[in-house]
């Protein structure tokens, strides 16, 4: 049986992984020329699963509120907001709402969390067989607070944490600094943190790229360069795929099945078959520099929860990843829009990266109101999707995409996965 998997990025080139192990003659089709060069080019390298947790919580509609005013004065903040006469921002922010609610937001949690424990296992097991190096750090990620209530509220996450059983400990100033000693430059500006022992870092596309060399050598076939333009259907099944190459030459591409897995962009490849798909687009910004002094920088990841900063070591290099842009549609980048991202390093580390020589980029966030992805069979015969993975797709890449092979080969799944199916009521 032939597949093809529309999308190149983390949970394309991963769902391609857990299909050639089922067995099945596998294509990976992208528009881009290399793998992993779009949302999963930038971003912040967390893998979470302790963390991973739905924006829509109660209390956002009063913060994004106020986010959303202070933006529009210039200042900085973790949200901004651009209205579009566009329906699906419009409803896709009242699904949104309709998930801010302590109810819903314990439902949610608990959904992301067990996919993204499940993710880790996953990744764990890929990196072991196949000994992929991806500038990982394992050991645990620091979640760091700059005011009372922020520690207040880690108090209140601490309970869901000890519910499911997720270790943590919260940590005051000092049991930070010796977390990570680097960060005793910016002792005055803490109050205390929680150390979430099980997280880890990692970047995305070196772990894409190396998983995707390795699918090459076992036959699987990379169509880059390949955008794809429609779905082809008839009598409620997918036929095939019209294409055009980066020689401008067009085809059709047919196969057994397709997983679309093509984040944001799904949502306009499945618009014409009458599929609306609750995906909106959240950019993003991050910036990478070069590590100037070892000792002053992070060791593995931390969350600045005051900006909802990201900051993670890669290598050589500290990134620092945030903010959420809602109807900002293009990937363009300018230092200003990065604004906050500098901030948030500077402070917190301010002698462990060359800040003079600063990369900058965006990318788009494929959100689902409910903060899970989108993961089964569509109402069409042989059409798949894995996608809508928004701020945790390199957390649930793994689990999300074993779930899908599994769901193709009729297996039933080794965790519940019911409730991620596409088709679900939000
Ligand atoms: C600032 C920022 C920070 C983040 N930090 C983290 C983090 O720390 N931890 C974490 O877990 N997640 C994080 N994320 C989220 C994570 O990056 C995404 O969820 C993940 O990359 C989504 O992967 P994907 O493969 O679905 O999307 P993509 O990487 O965007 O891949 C989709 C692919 O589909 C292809 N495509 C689209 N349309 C077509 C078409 N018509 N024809 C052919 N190809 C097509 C694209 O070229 C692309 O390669 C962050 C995101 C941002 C923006």
């Known amino acids: 049986m032939h597949i093809i998997v529309l999308g190149a990025g983390i949970v394309g080139v991963t769902?391609?992984?857990?299909?050639?192990?089922?067995?099945?003659?596998?294509?990976?089709?992208?528009?881009?020329?290399?793998?992993?060069?779009?949302?999963?080019?930038?971003?912040?390298?967390?893998?979470?699963?302790?963390?991973?947790?739905?924006?829509?919580?109660?209390?956002?509609?009063?913060?994004?509120?106020?986010w959303t005013v202070q933006s529009w004065l210039g200042m900085e903040t973790a949200l901004r907001w651009s209205p579009r006469l566009d329906r699906h921002q419009w409803r896709w922010l009242r699904q949104f709402l309709?998930?801010?609610?302590?109810?819903?937001?314990?439902?949610?949690?608990a959904r992301m969390g067990r996919l993204a424990r499940y993710s880790h296992s996953q990744l764990k097991?890929?990196?072991?067989?196949?000994?992929?190096?991806?500038?990982?750090?394992?050991?645990?990620?620091?979640?760091?607070?700059?005011?009372?209530e922020g520690l207040d509220n880690a108090g209140l996450a601490a309970g869901v944490l000890a519910e499911a059983g997720v270790p943590f400990q919260?940590?005051?100033?000092?049991?930070?600094?010796?977390?990570?000693?680097?960060l005793e430059a910016a002792r005055g500006q803490?109050?205390?943190?929680?150390?979430?022992?099980?997280?880890?870092?990692?970047?995305?596309?070196?772990?894409?790229?190396?998983?995707?060399?390795?699918?090459?050598?076992?036959?699987?076939?990379?169509?880059?360069?390949?955008?794809?333009?429609?779905?082809?259907h008839a009598g409620g099944e997918l036929t095939g795929l019209h294409v055009d190459d980066e020689h401008g030459q067009s085809a059709l591409l047919q196969a057994d099945a397709y997983v679309v897995a093509?984040?944001?962009?799904?949502?306009?490849?499945?618009?014409?078959?009458?599929?609306?798909?609750?995906?909106?687009?959240?950019?993003?910004?991050?910036?990478?520099?070069?590590?100037?002094?070892?000792?002053?920088?992070?060791?593995?990841?931390?969350?600045?929860?005051y900006y909802k900063v990201a900051i993670t070591r890669?290598?050589?290099?500290?990134?620092?990843?945030?903010t959420a842009e809602i109807g900002n549609w293009d990937t363009r980048v300018s230092p200003r829009d990065c604004a906050t991202a500098i901030k948030s390093l500077k402070s917190l580390y301010p002698n462990g990266a060359d800040m003079s020589r600063l990369q900058y980029w965006a990318g788009l966030r494929p959100m689902t109101p409910d903060g899970a992805p989108l993961i089964g069979a569509t109402s069409y015969a042989r059409l798949?999707?894995?996608?809508?993975?928004?701020?945790?797709g390199w957390t649930t890449a793994c689990g999300s995409s074993r779930l899908i092979a599994d769901r193709i080969a009729g297996v039933t799944s080794e965790i519940v996965s019911d409730d991620l199916g596409p088709l679900r009521v939000i």
Not at 170 to 182: E, K, Q, S, T
Not at 314 to 322: E, F, K, T, V
Request: proline fraction near 6%; glycine fraction near 10%.
């Open 15 to 66: 769902t391609a992984y857990f299909l050639h192990e089922k067995g099945y003659t596998v294509t990976v089709v992208d528009r881009q020329r290399e793998v992993a060069v779009e949302t999963s080019f930038g971003n912040a390298g967390h893998v979470c699963p302790s963390y991973a947790t739905p924006w829509a919580a109660p209390g956002m509609p009063a913060k994004a509120l106020k």
């Open 98 to 109: 309709s998930q801010c609610n302590a109810e819903r937001y314990a439902i949610n949690k």
């Open 125 to 148: 097991a890929i990196r072991e067989r196949l000994d992929i190096q991806y500038e990982q750090t394992t050991g645990g990620n620091l979640q760091v607070f700059r005011t009372q």
């Open 170 to 182: 919260l940590l005051d100033v000092a049991g930070c600094m010796a977390f990570d000693p680097a």
């Open 190 to 232: 803490l109050v205390g943190g929680m150390l979430l022992p099980q997280d880890e870092t990692g970047n995305c596309p070196l772990f894409a790229r190396a998983l995707a060399e390795w699918l090459k050598t076992q036959g699987v076939v990379f169509r880059l360069g390949t955008a794809v333009r429609a779905l082809a």
């Open 262 to 305: 093509c984040a944001s962009a799904s949502v306009s490849l499945l618009a014409p078959l009458g599929l609306s798909l609750p995906v909106y687009p959240v950019k993003g910004y991050a910036i990478t520099a070069p590590v100037t002094d070892a000792a002053a920088a992070p060791r593995s990841g931390v969350m600045d929860e």
């Open 314 to 322: 890669m290598g050589n290099h500290i990134r620092a990843a945030g």
């Open 384 to 392: 798949y999707l894995n996608a809508g993975h928004g701020s945790n």
